[in-house]
């Protein structure tokens, strides 16, 4: 579990960590359909505008 | 007359507002009124502008003076909570007081005052919209069931008459489905279409903004409203347009619609079939060709819209969730902001490609269709703290059935909208839903009003609440 913590950058203990990955099962169960196809021919839906996220991107704040 | 004007549509009460025969003011306080008494169960409200009575004083003094008022002026649009404002708190129905929100109004909301509307005040939502529930809000129609969500407040305080109209916001589904459990029209325009600065994020590339109304013409009027660039937005584009309206009267003949056989034929009681059915009757009868086609990626949709979803909402919270702060969260919220990390970046951007897929797909049949129709939800409103429903013998999770036929439309980013198409054995709503080609909207605005025209499900009010 610790190196799932690590990987995940999860801060809980490990009840908690055995409790989100049981009520995650039935999504992952979905999302692993994506695993068996080849889309590497598919430009991904992502859409970037330099100019425009020029103006989006004010609120990096650093912790105290 | 001001009793009865609380149901008019909006472009009613703007058109007698602005010619003097009905009061601003007197709306105003009719509404504040009938929050006030009818509100305490329904739960459709968190914060009531109190305002709402002087600024419509303001605007029947501009009208007596004989001056010229703007589009929407007397207009009292409830705002769902998400929605930042400058003069009501903004809390996107969370209860965590560490989490700080804009305090300045959003775009949506801007666009809106610029154009003389008033907020009546924030309405209920579920928590960061990550949920189609809204507790503790009722369903207008029936006290024990939900009035979906995340905009259940939005959908149930327009369907009970407490406002003239109001703001939503679907990532999944969160428009159009407490529209069609509520028996209100709801209107996801297309992604980009309208500016989302200000309205606290669920999903950045999920996140539509949209109107809840009691009609199709009124959904049209505020898309007008609502359109223009939004600077701050990387995602909005300049769609300005005065054709929505217009788009409402034009006749069906001649016009084609697309079904979907698979994904949208699948898993639907049969209330909701028998009145899609009677649907397709109707649009064969206005001279509309009917045609078939199937989606295959519709196979992976819901995978890529719970690898996006959970991914975006968990990289928003994520200083929350490494401070703690979401064990304040609703239980079935905290889990799923908890659990988003667990989404890899191989399988978001996956979800990412067959979205591109999908859109790809979806294009080719918008070729030969104006439209496709569907109903909007696969059931009808559930009773509250019910999780599964029995789907033709089949036990399915709300939530799953709920939003089945409205995702597919948030991956696409296609405009689509809910029209209330009459009421089941219980007597809880039905919708139909409408969705087209990319920047169409006029598109779904003439079907849905076109069907709106023949039927008047949408003038029905909920008993109990005339």
């Known amino acids: ?64 | 007359m001001v009793e009865e004007a609380v149901w008019w549509s909006l472009a009613d009460q703007l058109d007698a507002i602005s010619d003097g025969s009905l009061s601003a003011e007197e709306l105003a306080q009719a509404y504040l009124a009938r929050i006030d008494r009818l509100d305490g169960d329904l739960a459709s409200f968190v914060a009531v502008n109190a305002r709402s009575s002087e600024l419509g004083r303001e605007v029947d003094q501009t009208v007596r003076a004989g001056k010229k008022v703007s589009l929407l002026a007397g207009a009292l649009i409830g705002a769902k909570d998400n929605y930042a404002t400058k003069d009501l708190p903004t809390r996107a129905g969370t209860e965590v007081e560490d989490l700080a929100f804009p305090k300045d109004d959003s775009f949506a909301v801007g666009q809106l005052r610029a154009a003389g509307a008033g907020i009546i005040g924030k309405t209920r939502m579920h928590e960061f919209a990550w949920g189609n529930i809204t507790p503790p809000t009722r369903n207008p129609w029936a006290a024990d069931y939900v009035p979906g969500g995340s905009s259940g407040g939005s959908g149930a305080a327009v369907a009970a008459g407490l406002c003239s109209a109001a703001l939503g916001s679907d990532t999944g589904g969160s428009v159009r489905i407490p529209a069609a459990a509520c028996g209100t029209v709801g209107l996801k325009p297309t992604f980009g279409a309208l500016g989302r600065t200000g309205i606290v994020p669920h999903s950045w590339s999920l996140d539509h903004p949209g109107p809840i109304t009691r009609n199709v013409r009124d959904a049209a009027l505020l898309m007008g409203a609502l359109a223009g660039r939004d600077g701050c937005d990387p995602s909005s584009i300049n769609v300005s347009s005065t054709a929505y309206v217009d788009a409402c009267t034009r006749s069906l003949k001649g016009r084609s619609v697309g079904v979907i056989r698979n994904h949208f034929s699948e898993g639907v009681v049969p209330d909701v079939a028998r009145r899609f059915d009677e649907c397709l009757a109707f649009l064969k009868d206005s001279g509309v060709t009917v045609r078939e086609f199937d989606i295959p990626s519709l196979e992976y949709g819901l995978a890529a819209i719970f690898a996006i979803e959970l991914a975006s909402a968990s990289a928003y919270h994520d200083r929350a969730v490494q401070l703690g702060w979401t064990k304040g969260f609703q239980p079935d919220v905290q889990d799923l902001v908890d659990m988003g990390r667990f989404v890899t970046a191989v399988d978001y951007l996956h979800a990412e490609q067959i979205r591109s897929v999908m859109c790809t797909e979806f294009a080719e049949v918008l070729k030969t269709v104006d439209v496709i129709a569907s109903p909007t939800c696969p059931i009808t409103a559930w009773p509250a703290g019910q999780w599964y429903v029995d789907v033709n013998g089949e036990e399915e999770h709300v939530l799953a059935a709920s939003w089945r036929f409205t995702y597919p439309f948030d991956l696409t980013g296609m405009p689509a909208i809910s029209v209330p198409a009459g009421l089941d054995d219980k007597g809880l709503p039905i919708g139909l839903q409408f969705a087209g080609r990319p920047f169409r909207e006029v598109d779904v605005l003439s079907f849905a009003a076109a069907y709106e025209r023949a039927h008047d499900w949408s003038a029905r009010r909920p008993p109990g609440f005339d």
């Open chain 1, 1 to 64: 579990m610790d190196n799932l913590r690590r990987v995940t950058g999860l801060p809980f203990d490990d009840d908690r960590m055995e409790e989100l990955l049981e009520k995650y099962g039935p999504m992952l169960a979905e999302i692993e359909k994506l695993r068996t196809l080849e889309l590497k021919h598919v430009f991904p839906a992502v859409r970037f505008d330099p100019e425009t996220a020029a103006n989006a991107g004010t609120a990096v704040e650093e912790e105290e």
